[in-house]
T-cell receptor
Framework: GQNIDQPTEMTATEGAIVQINCTYQTSGFNGLFWYQQHAGEAPTFLSYNVLDGLEEKGRFSSFLSRSKGYSYLLLKELQMKDSASYLCASMDSNYQLIWGAGTKLIIKP | DVKVTQSSRYLVKRTGEKVFLECVQDMDHENMFWYRQDPGLGLRLIYFSYDVKMKEKGDIPEGYSVSREKKERFSLILESASTNQTSMYLC?????????FGQGTRLTVV
């Protein structure tokens, strides 16, 4: 079956670094997405990885290992506005997105 | 700026009512999707469409239908609303990979 696993909730301190992990099992693979969703709002695109390695975009980086079925999202210099849910999604061979349940990130001052 | 617009942010309907949720995108995307989002569960795909007048069932199509008469508009229909359809409904559109989401409709069925 198809499955995406990510932690339900994480807590971190303002100014620190946090890594949110995601493991996936999908029928075929056409890339791994990370989205950010603030409470009551729509998900917004953060990153897309289809090749192994690290993609850096400002304070946010995303890593992919296809052989391990593993990705992580790294957030540096955390700010209070980073408090949100972070959704991991894998695109399968039919170009359908399979979504994780999301990780709620709580930032404390 | 890309835009996906859903007709309502909040909706309260009675059990048994027919409910229409509308979604419009201005990006000329071929692909459009309807999801529902419930606490502790990932986004679950209800229906999607790859082109005008085309529709495909997602993972949880029961109790729903869709309509795509024009490229920019994708409607979700709850034929006879039930309390277990109380949820956040999200519409999305995409060209190839990245999906753009509407602001969501929080539907409560009483």
């Amino acid at each position: 079956g198809q499955n995406i696993d990510q932690p339900t909730e994480m807590t971190a301190t303002e100014g620190a670094i946090v890594q949110i992990n995601c493991t996936y099992q999908t029928s075929g693979f056409n890339g791994l997405f990370w989205y950010q969703q603030h409470a009551g709002e729509a998900p917004t695109f953060l990153s897309y990885n289809v090749l192994d390695g690290l993609e850096e975009k400002g304070r946010f980086s995303s890593f992919l290992s296809r052989s391990k079925g593993y990705s992580y999202l790294l957030l540096k210099e955390l700010q209070m506005k980073d408090s949100a849910s972070y959704l991991c999604a894998s695109m399968d061979s039919n170009y359908q997105l399979i979504w994780g349940a999301g990780t709620k990130l709580i930032i404390k001052p | 700026d890309v835009k996906v617009t859903q007709s309502s942010r909040y909706l309260v309907k009675r059990t048994g009512e027919k409910v229409f949720l509308e979604c419009v995108q201005d990006m000329d995307h071929e692909n459009m999707f309807w999801y529902r989002q419930d606490p502790g569960l990932g986004l679950r795909l209800i229906y999607f469409s790859y082109d005008v007048k085309m529709k495909e069932k997602g993972d949880i199509p029961e109790g729903y239908s869709v309509s795509r008469e024009k490229k920019e508009r994708f409607s979700l229909i709850l034929e006879s609303a039930s309390t277990n359809q109380t949820s956040m409904y999200l519409c999305a559109s995409s060209k190839l990979t990245e999906a753009f989401f509407g602001q969501g409709t929080r539907l409560t069925v009483v």
